[in-house]
Structures are given as C-alpha cells and as structure tokens.
C-alpha cells in the first residue's frame, strides 16, 4: 500500500499511525499546489479531491479523508482502537471533534486570512484543545495506551505551536510523549521535518 502525504499536514498522522502499527506501506510526497507527486504523477488522478491524505490499498482501493484512514489503520491493529462496547464509537467521536472542530478551525492560519480571523481562529482552537486537555486521564486521550486519535491530536498540536497558539495543559506534555516516540520519529524524518 502507498500513502500520499504532504510534509507537516494533517496526513503526518495517518503516517504516524501507519508506523504505530508496524504495517508495510510506501509513502510519497505530494505537490499540493501543483497536484503531482515526487514521481510525477498527477495527483488528481489518484485522489480527485487533491488534497492528502491518501492510502491506496494492495487492492488498489482508494481511502481518503483522515477520520476514514485512521479508524481502517486501528481496525487493523487493535492495539491502536479503543475496547469496549462504544470503544469505536468514543474513537470516531473523538476523531470526528478533532477533524471538524479543531483542524477545520486552522483555515484562516493556511488560507491568508486576516490578522483579526487569525486571532479569532487561534482563541476558538484553545477553547477547542481545552475540552480535551479536560478529558485527558492518563498518558495519551484514552488513558495510558496511544489510539489513532493522539497521532490526530500530535499534528494539531504541531500546528498550534506553529501558530503561537496557547497549548493547554496537559497537552503539552501529550505532545512532547509523542515526539519520543519511535514511530513518531521514523514518518518525521520520513517527512524531512526532524
């Protein structure tokens, strides 16, 4: 299987993930502005939308979108999803709130938005990380065991710190556990950002 990334995107975490949990995939870079990849190809034709993330399958199967390509990357390591009977259920809400409430909200910092969305974009994005600073029990947002949703959360992070947003705590802490990761740091050099 192949991931199409873009260094530092939100496709880091699928990345991240697909390390966590030690399955066999190619990876390959991504031109978003000019819609090719390091090998030439036209990105369009592999993902119409022409943006990252992308896992093409050894079935030739296309999976998109992150909430999508993460909950496929935990059903097929476990270790990864949550237990329980609403363990999926917690995973996709969580990812679903980090995707839509929180990555959604970086638009004015990536699209030339003025200083005043800036500001107003980087005070709705800490009130967003606070709630789940405030649900945070344990090492990672489930507890003590990493699940696809910090590898979301970690490029989030990422991202606040890019853009001089206030972390709350103990998110902070979550980030730097992140950073020594061993899977963490394979798809960051892989990325050219260590």
């Known amino acids: 299987m192949k991931l199409y990334y873009s ?19 190619e990876h390959e870079r991504v031109d978003l502005k000019a819609k090719t990849t390091t090998s030439g190809a036209d990105f369009t034709a592999i993902n ?29 390591e476990s270790a990864l999803g949550l237990d329980g009977p609403l363990g999926r259920t917690r995973l996709l809400e969580t990812l679903a709130y980090i995707s839509t409430e929180v990555h959604k909200s970086f638009k004015p910092m990536f699209s030339g938005g003025s200083d005043t969305e800036k500001n107003k974009a980087r005070e709705m994005i800490a009130k967003r990380l606070q709630l789940l600073a ?3 029990h344990g090492d990672y947002l489930f507890g003590n065991r990493l699940s696809v949703a910090d590898c979301y959360l970690f ?40």
């Open 48 to 76: 119409p939308k022409g943006y990252v993330p992308t896992l093409v399958l050894d079935s030739g199967e296309t999976i998109t979108e992150n909430v999508a390509m993460l909950d496929w990357i935990a059903s097929q």
């Open 7 to 25: 260094p530092g995107a939100c496709s880091l975490a699928d990345h991240i993930a697909l390390h966590e949990a030690k399955l066999a995939f």
């Open 155 to 194: 490029v989030m992070l990422l991202w606040s710190d890019k853009f001089d947003i206030v972390i709350p705590e103990p998110l902070p802490a979550l980030r730097d556990r992140m950073l020594t990761r061993s899977a963490v740091q394979t798809a960051m050099k892989h990325e050219g950002l260590l």
């Open 134 to 136: 405030d649900g945070l």
